[in-house]
């Protein structure tokens, strides 16, 4: 898959907070975590629904890092999908230069000292997401993501979106105050966060974190979309 990344997709900056929330009976995912996670692949399960495959690679050089993560999501009735995606993320570097006075030169009194120096990391750029989410099922077969996602993310921005045909749905990052409709017991951290997913102003589905996890899915949602959506979501809070 060749990708091309491009600063035309940056447009994390516009906001959408005017959107009907996920109702109160959304199925609620709940995620288990490996316990151990061996190099660059393991698994997710969602116990009720299927297992996600996860696999990472990653390559750097001075200032540019790079990684690829395929996910591979297999729900109880063997429908499958498949999210493969790339990153493209810039640091900036300064060099900070230390002055260790050698104990050997300071005997001698020489006065003579000795410098280091060290790498600093002064900013990390956008991390710029690109990639594909294919699905077995002839209805829904290839959707196209783009995606990017910055150190400390307003809530309500807009992250990105997958389109397919003429179907866009659009990723934002939430908190708890809309998505109050999920917590009628009062079991949800109140300072969680959420990525969720929206197409034509109304809410598709959202996963927790940051103090909460799991994956809430709109109640009338066909199989293929509840695939790509879930392919998503574990993208954007593990990648």
Known sequence: MTLIFATSIVFA????????????????????????????????????????K????????????????????????????KLEANSIQEYVYSVKTHYLENDVLRILKTGLEVDTEELMIDSIGLKIIEGKVVTNL??????????????????????????FGDRTIKMIQSTLESNQNLNQEGNIY???????????????GAMAFHGETGIWLKPDLD???????????LLLTNF
Not at 153 to 159: D, G
Not at 196 to 204: A, C, P, Q, Y
Request: glycine share 4%; net charge positive.
């Open 13 to 52: 900056q516009d906001s959408i907070k005017d959107f009907e929330p996920l109702p109160a009976n959304s199925k609620k995912l709940n995620i288990v975590y490996p316990n151990v996670y061996w190099f660059n692949s393991y698994k997710i399960k969602i116990p009720g629904y299927g297992v996600a």
């Open 190 to 204: 109140q300072h969680a966060l959420f990525y969720e997913l929206i197409e034509d102003g109304i809410s598709l």
């Open 138 to 163: 002839e209805n829904l077969k290839n959707w196209k993501l783009s995606l990017v996602k910055t150190k400390n993310t307003t809530p309500f921005s807009e992250l990105g979106n997958l389109t």
């Open 223 to 233: 199989t293929s979309t509840k695939l790509v959506l879930c392919s998503t979501l």
């Open 54 to 81: 996860i696999k990472e690679n990653a390559s750097d050089t001075d200032a540019i890092k790079k990684q690829k993560i395929t996910i591979s999501l297999t729900d109880l009735k063997n429908n499958v999908v």
